[in-house]
């Protein structure tokens, strides 16, 4: 299968040679698919072919590290995987172990235990990369819960802040309802106060102005008046001669003593 242009993983139909390619158990001289374009990683059923002697992946694109299936292949004495994109430690056999260094070069990151050309997997650089990384998946595990928590932080400090305008909306609400109410019993007889009453009506109408003056009859004029509360009320004043005035305040006196003992 060497010097061809195939492409793209190898496919699960090769070993339909009955089954699987790891089902071959009669191939036992050479397999050969280099000089291809075959991507993905090496199938760990490759291991099956314990009765292979030579085995050439070479000039391929082929990724990952070499299946631990290939240490059971003892009978393979050749290997070449050259120019690939694999990594990881080379299986412990013998075929591995003394394959020359041209058979491993031009690969992202092979290590193991190898005659020469090879640095060990527990070297200083391999120690290097692994803290490297166990530092960057630590720096992952910190900066995600606390994200997490200011996103919740914010997401409660936006909750507070919406639910305390609603509040101050609500006590306003509740302080007009109070002043309107207040209005509705400024003349009801448990809350009369006659004082605070005149002289609300005095304001409002600046001392009975004539141009509050909505109408006049033969016994008085009524007057519009807007009190504090909000009431819009028709004030009646009476035109009294001197004796009816003096019977009048007499009898207002009464009223208003008789109210302040209710």
Known sequence: MSDNKL??????????????????????????????????????????????????????????????????????????????????????????????????????????NHSGGLRPCNSSVTNAIQEANSDKLAGVKILVPLFGLLFIFFVVLAFLFRFRKRLGRNVEHQDESKATNTGINLFSIWNYDGKLVFEDILDATENFDTKYCIGTGGYGSVYKAELSTGQVVAV???????????????????????????
């Open 7 to 112: 492409i793209g993983p190898i496919p699960r139909q090769l070993g339909y040679i009955p089954s699987q390619i790891g089902n071959l158990d009669s191939l036992q001289y050479k397999l050969d698919l280099s000089q291809n374009e075959l991507a993905g990683e090496i199938p760990s059923d490759l291991g099956k072919l314990n009765k292979l002697v030579e085995l050439n992946l070479s000039h391929n694109k082929l990724s990952g590290s070499v299946p631990n299936s290939f240490s059971e292949m003892l009978s393979l004495t050749v290997v070449d995987i050259s120019y690939n994109e694999l990594s990881g430690p080379i299986p412990n056999i013998k075929a591995f172990t003394d394959a020359s260094i041209d058979a491993l070069r031009s690969n992202r990151g092979l290590c193991g």
């Open 236 to 262: 009646k004043k009476l035109h009294l001669s001197g004796e009816d005035s003096e019977i009048v305040d007499l009898k207002n006196k009464e009223f208003h003593s008789w109210c302040t003992s209710l």
